[in-house]
């Protein structure tokens, strides 16, 4: 069965800390790995797609990186308004339609 | 400004009530799928249609009904079927049917049903 686990669940920062988000997933056949950020109150707005390992995107203070089983959000010098829920998304080749979602890790930037 | 507009933001009803959510895009995507939300879950997929009058029933379709008249719309009905009604839900589109694009996401409605 397609999978998804986010980890830390939360993840407290003091701002300009530097740190990692996990995404682990399992999945008959990547097709697509989607990073999000969710605001409190607000609907998840698109980050990223991964589509195969070794691929890596980049905006501004975010970095994701894909491997066969995992991805990495990588925050650079976070800053306060970087705080919200980051969301993992996963789609497989087998029924596409699908998109597979983590609980998600809550990121607190103190100033 | 193109989007995904969710009406209305927050819900209430009675229990045994069926209440209507509203979703509409103006990207002329074609796709458009239903999520509901619960604290410390993953987004759960309750439908999703690839073309007008077309849909499919996703994880979580027990209690729920769609329908998909025209292309812009995708309406959820929670019936009193459903029994934990009270969640997040989220309307998401994605540009093409063949499913290599991201999903984008409405504002969403907080439905609370007592």
């Known amino acids: 069965e397609d999978q998804v686990t986010q980890s830390p669940e939360a993840l407290r920062l003091q701002e300009g800390e530097s740190s990692s988000l996990n995404c682990s997933y399992t999945?008959?056949?990547?097709?697509?790995l989607f990073w999000y950020r969710q605001d409190p109150g607000k609907g998840p707005e698109f980050l990223f797609t991964l589509y195969s390992a070794g691929e890596e995107k980049e905006k501004e203070r975010l970095k994701a990186t894909l491997t066969k089983k995992e991805s990495f959000l990588h925050i650079t010098a976070p800053k306060p308004e970087d705080s919200a829920t980051y969301l993992c998304a996963v789609q497989g080749s087998y029924n596409f339609n699908k998109f597979y979602f983590g609980s998600g890790t809550k990121l607190n930037v103190k100033p | 400004d193109g989007g995904i507009t969710q009406s209305p933001k927050y819900l209430f009803r009675k229990e045994g009530q069926n209440v209507t959510l509203s979703c509409e895009q103006n990207l002329n995507h074609d796709a458009m799928y239903w999520y509901r939300q619960d604290p410390g879950q993953g987004l759960r997929l309750i439908y999703y249609s690839q073309i007008v009058n077309d849909f499919q029933k996703g994880d979580i379709a027990e209690g729920y009904s769609v329908s998909r008249e025209k292309k812009e719309s995708f309406p959820l009905t929670v019936t009193s079927a459903q029994k934990n009604p009270t969640a997040f839900y989220l309307c998401a589109s994605s540009i093409d049917r063949s499913g290599t694009s991201p999903l984008h996401f409405g504002n969403g409605t907080r439905l609370t049903v007592t």
């Open positions: 999945v008959s056949g990547l097709r697509g």
